[in-house]
């Protein structure tokens, strides 16, 4: 149906249940499930919305285990859970969002964008230091409303009150009422929207960041709405941010080509979907995703071309994209996921969160960089443009730099943990996003039970489900095939169903569920080559659902994080550059090479080599990754850095050489901070 569908070739899954003791009472393959039912014990889309596929369970209801649940402790001991002593937006002297009045030396989108996944951190990891912290900036927001219903920090752009910073501290409002049910959160939205309602339209989302974003505001008052009895008015004042919301609906076009507001705004058409039942919503937001990866996205790692903006001419594996699109993606596929019920974005959720966001953070999660690309041998303090849109150091791992990325970052894995099961209308879990973890839900008449996930995935072949319950209970459980899989078998307790499960659809088990039931996933993760047509006819290399590049030898040049910041940073006086040091990192090793291949079949030419799973479960750094791959290459030696300081454009394929054929080995994508992704195709 869509082109970037077109793009994936991959292997298969199969799936058994063990405990043959227990009966099967059915299983079948299901492209959704069935929404004529609402879900008793999760709040669900109350009518006229149209109902949601999958329903998000409260903020904790997951707790994440091994590989995951390590990122998510690099993340709390590194740069998220310590920015507060580092970001100038976050010091507490005069800071807008601490006053009651809105008055304040700073307070725009900084403080929620780190809030947003500060907190989810806190409530995730259950980590009362982060808890408390966090409660200081919730309680302050929700102190400053005033007696029209506005709040937060007072900003006026042209005597219009700029409403960006507030559309996120929503959500971070929302997730703490998922986790403290603070009823005071319900009244303040409600005031602040009549605030909106009353709000003259010339006055309202005029700004440039705001009116891209209105589809946050309007995600904010169907939330409200369908936790407050369904108050009509709101519907109302959806419609009434929708039409003041940048036309993200156009039929050719996109309203800008700024990269964060693409990832983040592309969904708004099938947020307001839920309201209208208009197919043409749903479908433009299809098309949004399509446009920008007709034109710009024709390279791996799920995301485009668009360092800053996306520019015509700019189209090669060298461009990058900023953290905050990595991370902006991520939510809206893990949104979509729920309103369509489509097994694409969980695909497209995972392709981001394991090829593309790993290698822009450093491993130690203590800084991280703007930009980073698919085909990227050097990121150094320089400035490259007009190579890339920007002008400064915007390729250092740095700390103190970066302003939103270096705060919006924190939402990138607290928000996939939260969505790797959701519930279902009809009483049930799903199993959306493969990762370890252990949820704890109510399914069928309110029983309580947790279903456990274990393996390597997506490195390993195999992931299990245990569930435990104190008693019996009935209850449909979806698996998630995905578009990468064509073969998939089901086992239910040791015996194979005899059906054939259609890649892009989900197995529903509806049985009687017993304590210890468990259900394991075989991945036998074919190879694929993804040939890239519109790229020069370049060829990327993916197992199961990760790609793979070339293993450089990296190089990491320890640098002054204040001296090497990007223009607009600030930070705190007494931040330290040598406990919080940035790094340049250069390539100690070529990386100009392209790879041996006439059209065979993958397995005929890759060599793929397995390692023991590692004790400190973190799979994301070059020197420690479970699984490596072997295939010829052969370097290019025309193929150099560029008159930016940038990895040249790609030769177009196929390239003839004399040099000799070389082992080439590489790693998955993600634990590739320096990376060729996007391989030129030499001439056999």
Known sequence: MMFYKSLIVASCLSLSILNPTKAIEEVTNVSRPDTSASNKHYVSNRKPLRSAYFVKLPVGSIQPKGWLRKYLELQRDGLTGHLGEISAWLAKKNNAWLSKDGSGDHGWEEVPYWLKGYANLGYILKDER????????????????????????????????????????????????????????????????????????????????????????????????????????????????????????????????????????FREPATYYLQTGDPSDLEASYRNFDIIRERFGNVPGGMFGADENAREGYADPRQGVETCGMVEQMASDEILMGITGDPFWADHAEEVAFNTYPAAVMPDFKALRYITSPNMSISDSKNHHPGIDNKGPFLMMNPFSSR??????????????????????????????????????????????????????????????????????????????????????????????????????????????????????????????????????????????????????????????????????????????EKWPSFEILPNSPWNYGIVYAGQKPGEIIEVIKSEWLEDNFPFTPDHVPVRLKVKGKQIPEWKIDQYGLTDVLPASPVQVNTEAEELELIPMGAARLRISAFPVIKY
Request: charged share 20%; with cysteine.
């Open 404 to 577: 939103c990325c270096q705060h919006n970052h924190a939402q990138g894995w607290p928000y996939f943990a939260e969505h790797i099961f959701m519930a279902t209308p009809d009483n049930g879990l799903a199993a959306l996003l493969f990762a370890e973890a252990v949820v704890t839900a109510k399914v069928a008449n309110g029983q309580e039970i947790s279903i456990e996930s274990a393996g390597h995935y997506p490195f390993d072949d195999q992931i299990s489900f245990t569930v435990h319950t104190a008693n019996g209970v009935s209850f449909p459980y979806y698996i998630r095939i995905p578009n990468w899989c064509n073969q998939a078998s089901v086992l239910v307790n040791g015996k194979k169903v005899q059906q054939a499960f259609k890649a892009g659809s989900y197995v529903k088990i509806e049985r009687t569920w017993n304590d210890g039931d468990k259900i394991t996933l075989t991945l036998p993760m074919e190879l694929s080559i993804t040939k890239w047509k519109e790229n020069k006819g370049s060829i990327s290399i993916n197992r199961g659902p990760l790609t793979y590049s070339l293993k450089i030898q990296e190089q990491y040049i320890k640098k002054d994080s204040k001296a090497s910041a990007i223009g607009d940073s600030k930070w705190q006086d007494n931040a330290d550059p």
């Open 130 to 265: 982060i808890i408390q912290e966090a409660r200081i900036w919730l309680n302050a927001a929700l102190e400053s409303q005033r007696e029209d219903g506005y709040f937060g920090p007072l900003i006026l752009k042209d005597g219009k009150p700029d409403l960006w910073g507030n559309m996120i501290m929503l959500w971070c409002l929302q997730s703490y009422y998922e986790y403290s049910r603070d009823e005071r959160v319900l009244s303040f939205m409600e005031k602040y929207f009549a605030w909106q309602n009353q709000l003259p339209e010339e006055k309202l989302l005029k700004d440039y960041w705001e009116n891209s974003r209105g589809g946050d505001n309007l995600y904010s008052i169907y939330w409200l709405y369908n936790r407050t009895q369904g108050k009509e008015w709101l519907l109302d004042l959806a419609k009434k941010i929708h039409r003041n919301t940048a036309d993200w609906k156009q039929q050719h076009n996109l309203p800008n080509w700024h990269n964060v507001n693409i990832a983040q705004c």
